[in-house]
Nanobody, 115 residues
């Protein structure tokens, strides 16, 4: 079965850095464009970044552009979100997901940015 497991979240100060990982299994990872989403308390889930199946092209929400970098390693069935210069408004639960053939949402990983 399809599994997407997020990890790497934590508590950091404003300006800090985190690296989130998504471990994929149960499907041919290299065939799927992927994305990171986040959801803050009381807000709708939003698209943070996306990446094509071979990692040749990426997109970012305006709010994270220039600070976050999405990447993937298809040989390891892994997707990464490198987050630099974190801001309090980045606080949310972060999820990985396929852009199509969307599977169930996992537990996500909590990112908290606070002084």
């Amino acid at each position: 079965q399809v599994q997407l497991v997020e990890s790497g979240g934590g508590l950091v100060q404003p300006g800090g850095t985190l690296r989130l990982s998504c471990a994929a299994s149960g499907f041919t990872f290299s065939n799927y464009p992927m994305a990171w989403y986040r959801q803050a308390p009381g807000k709708e889930r939003e698209l943070v970044a996306s990446i094509t199946s071979q990692g040749s092209s990426t997109t970012y929400a305006d709010s994270v552009k220039g600070r976050f970098t999405i990447s993937r390693d298809n040989a390891k069935n892994t997707m990464i979100l490198q987050m630099n210069n974190l801001k309090p408004e980045d606080t949310a639960v972060y999820y990985c997901q396929r852009k199509w053939g969307v599977t169930s949402w996992g537990q996500g990983t909590q990112v908290t940015v606070s002084s």
